[in-house]
Each structure stands twice: as structure tokens, then as C-alpha cells.
């Protein structure tokens, strides 16, 4: 990155999105979640999850950005079974992803972020990765294909070597 974008926890390593996704498990539809990586000073990182406010810490961004995920799971499941604040689950996020001068900084520093890695040319939104995901389903597709369709004729190949044949023209079951 061209210049380090810094807050008050420390420098910024990342940003990203994630999304909960309605199954059998979880029966509500969550908006796209945004995060933030952040190097802190002692060299550990934690990663925040700017809607919710939730983080996650680890040796490496990987570790911090899985903790605060699985956090952020835990968080939303509570929401909204917990008796205590079912009833008030939606009012619950909807207070969270109201701005203030703590989310507004690291909302800032993710959109120097989104801006430094749009100058160098990079995607940081999800339509260019399901882009990217779409064209290695459609390679993989045609390779399959292709395995396939090679597949086949290795077999008819063999039917036709084994293949016993016995043909009479009509002329001769005449006679």
C-alpha cells in the first residue's frame, strides 16, 4: 500500500466483507458484514466487524479475522434466539449499524483502504470474486466436459472392438 493508514489501535492490514447466509440453521437474512484487520503495538492483530462492533484477535490476520467471525456467528445466533433479546433482535442490529464517532473512524480507515487498493488497480468488492469464481466453474465445466466426452469414445472405442456383428441382407433371407 502507498501510504500506512493508521488508527487509534494501530495500522490497518486489511479490510473485507463476509456474509451470513439463511439456512436450515439460521433462518434470517443479514446484510453484507464489513471488517477491518488492524495491526496492533504489541504485534498481534484484531480484526472488527464495523457493523456489529464485535472483534477477534490472533497472532495473524487469519487467526484474528476467524475469532472475530466466529464471534460475530455466536453474537447473531444469541440475537436472535436468546429469550432475553429475541423480541428486540432486529431493533439490536439496527442500533449497531447506526454511525458514531468509534465506527466512523474505522469506516474511514476501511474507505482509505477501498480507495489506496482502487489507485493499484484491485478489487475489493464481491462482484469481481464471484467473477473470478464463475470463470474457474465454467473452466472446470468445459474440463469435465472434455473428460467426459473423452471418456465416451474410450468406451465406444472398446464396444466396437469387442463387438460381434452378424448382418443378413434381405436378399439372402429371401432366397
Keep these: 500500500m502507498g501510504q500506512a493508514v493508521n488508527v487509534s489501535r494501530g495500522e490497518v492490514f486489511?479490510?473485507?466483507?463476509?456474509?451470513?447466509?439463511?439456512?436450515?440453521?439460521?433462518?434470517?437474512?443479514?446484510?453484507?458484514?464489513s471488517f477491518i484487520v488492524i495491526k496492533e503495538s504489541d504485534n498481534s492483530f484484531v480484526s472488527t466487524c464495523i457493523h456489529l462492533r464485535i472483534d477477534g484477535?490472533?497472532?495473524?490476520?487469519?487467526q484474528a479475522t476467524d475469532d472475530m467471525i466466529e464471534n460475530a456467528l455466536f453474537f447473531l445466533h444469541e440475537n436472535?434466539?436468546?429469550?432475553?433479546?429475541?423480541?428486540?433482535?432486529?431493533?439490536?442490529?439496527?442500533?449497531?449499524?447506526?454511525?458514531?464517532?468509534?465506527s466512523n473512524e474505522l469506516w474511514d480507515a476501511y474507505h482509505a483502504v477501498q480507495i489506496e487498493l482502487s489507485i493499484q488497480g484491485r478489487e475489493t468488492d464481491?462482484?469481481?470474486?464471484?467473477?473470478?469464481?464463475?470463470?474457474?466453474?465454467?473452466?472446470?465445466?468445459?474440463?469435465?466436459?472434455?473428460?467426459?466426452?473423452?471418456q465416451v469414445a474410450k468406451e465406444l472405442a472398446a464396444m466396437w472392438k469387442n463387438l460381434s456383428m452378424n448382418y443378413t441382407p434381405?436378399?439372402?433371407a429371401a432366397a
Excluded at 486489511?14 to 458484514?33: N, R, T
Design 80 to 102: 436472535f434466539t436468546d429469550p432475553r433479546c429475541k423480541d428486540q433482535s432486529w431493533q439490536n442490529l439496527a442500533d449497531l449499524f447506526k454511525t458514531d464517532a468509534w
Design 57 to 62: 484477535y490472533g497472532k495473524t490476520e487469519k
Design 14 to 33: 486489511g479490510i473485507g466483507k463476509f456474509k451470513v447466509s439463511q439456512d436450515q440453521h439460521f433462518d434470517y437474512v443479514i446484510p453484507m458484514l
Design 170 to 172: 434381405i436378399a439372402e
Design 126 to 150: 464481491t462482484v469481481a470474486s464471484l467473477r473470478e469464481r464463475i470463470g474457474q466453474l465454467e473452466m472446470r465445466v468445459k474440463r469435465l466436459e472434455s473428460e467426459e466426452s473423452q
